[in-house]
């Protein structure tokens, strides 16, 4: 056998270093493309799920009532209606094959499984607009603006109205994955629905939301505003208004709802904002207590006369109940509270210089008013609305879509 010199044996060790390391290098780069691929998702819950939340459904405990009404809460009667329903004739199956006529994915975003709507429009100068829900909501509320927004020719629309959406569900939400980890406040959301819209290809976009939505967007016009042409808003947070403005009627009327709003409807944002995981246990184990939780927000920030019922279906209200009952995401969603208080993001309190737009809905909880936007805002629109509450595209889908489409005519490429 013959002897390898020591310089001989130095270069075989390189070149298996060198091989080494490509084949780590090749092992990282096919580790990230699969980590970025965009999925498709279909709705399966297991029958063991729906099985279980029925044989839970049937023994149900009810409170006795202080009073009849709504008063202290939900309302017993209400609820048990609502229950039987839930338990003997709503049919989850059903509403999951409407859910699926929508086109859902999958992604990973810093390690996250995030689920989302991305409904295409068959116009190819569709122009992308990202939506984000809130709470207790769900993309179960873009159910109604979905076909108009991305076909608006079959709605009624022009072909220059065309949207392309992504819908997300909010890490802990839907179909997302639960954070495992603190720090997912609205400015780390924002900053993953930013890669989300590039991983898709979209380079001009704009945005909307409601609730923790239009925090969420807001955050993202601050963070991506060399790609958002627009952002349009249904919950409109301002900053102290102008001392010299002189507000209107309108503006007067909500201000005396806000003060009664802040002090007897925001004991939830405190339970969610300090102990979310306490909540959690009660709402993760009873869906009786999981609809009652979240059945009372729709009744009280809807415009319904206190009949949620005059909006909103058993079935849409149970869907989106469902929804939160079988991914167990109470705890993950209420979460959000606790991370928005907690903040771990860097404070940013620029002016947000993207064009923005507000739809100022009579029932919302936060009132709105011009004098207090456009400190905060390049606020370019904002329309009184005449009816609506807080579930604004689930509540009235009509209006909604049209400020949508008449706010974006103006931003999109080829707008005025």
Not at 351 to 365: G, L, N, Q, S
Request: aromatic residues 10%; hydrophobic residues 40%.
């Amino acid at each position: 056998m013959l002897k390898r010199s020591s310089s001989t044996r130095l270069i075989l060790a390189g070149l298996l270093v060198a091989i080494g390391l490509a084949f780590a290098a090749s092992e990282s780069v096919a580790g990230q493309a699969a980590d970025e691929r965009i999925v498709p998702f279909t709705i399966k819950v297991p029958d063991a799920v729906l099985a279980d939340l029925k044989a839970r459904l049937a023994h149900p405990r009810f409170p006795p009532p202080l009073q009849d009404g709504w008063t202290h809460g939900t309302d017993v009667t209400y609820l048990k209606n609502l229950v039987t329903y839930w338990r003997d004739k709503f049919d989850w199956r059903a509403q999951e094959r409407k859910l699926n006529q929508f086109n859902h994915f999958t992604t990973t975003i810093d390690g996250l499984k995030i689920h989302f709507i991305h409904q295409k429009s068959k116009n190819p100068n569709a122009f992308p607009l990202i939506i984000t829900h809130g709470w207790p909501g769900s993309f179960v509320e873009f159910t109604k603006v979905i076909g108009p927004l991305s076909d608006p020719t079959a709605h009624g629309g022009l072909a220059s109205d065309a949207f392309d959406l992504v819908i997300p569900s909010i890490p802990g939400y839907g179909f997302s994955d639960k954070p495992t980890t603190p720090g997912y406040d609205p400015a780390r959301v924002a900053l993953m629905e930013s890669k989300l819209m590039a991983r898709l290809g979209y380079q001009r976009y704009g945005a909307q939301g409601g609730d923790w939505g239009a925090i969420i967007n807001t955050q993202l016009a601050l963070l991506d505003s060399a790609h958002m042409a627009g952002l349009h808003l249904n919950m409109c947070i301002g900053g102290a208004p102008d001392p010299g403005a002189k507000p209107t009627e309108r503006e007067l009327a909500r201000q005396k709802q806000r003060v009664v709003f802040g002090a007897e409807e925001t004991g939830y944002q405190a339970i969610q904002g300090t102990k979310p995981q306490t909540l959690g246990f009660g709402l993760n184990d009873s869906p009786v207590g999981l609809a009652a939780w979240i059945v009372e927000k729709f009744r009280t920030w809807c415009d319904c006369d206190g009949n949620p019922e005059t909006i909103f279906t058993k079935d849409e209200l149970l869907t989106n109940i469902t929804l939160y009952w079988v991914t167990e995401t109470a705890a993950s969603s209420a979460r959000l509270y606790y991370e928005s208080r907690h903040p771990t993001s860097p404070a940013n309190n620029k002016k947000i210089e993207v064009p923005t737009a507000c739809a100022d809905f009579p029932k919302e909880i936060i009132a709105a008013s011009r004098s207090s936007l456009e400190p905060r805002y390049n606020l370019v629109r904002l329309t009184e609305m005449p009816k609506g509450g807080h579930f604004a595209a689930f509540e009235q889908p009509e209006l909604f879509v049209k400020d949508v489409r008449e706010f974006f005519r103006t931003v999109r490429p080829g707008g005025k």
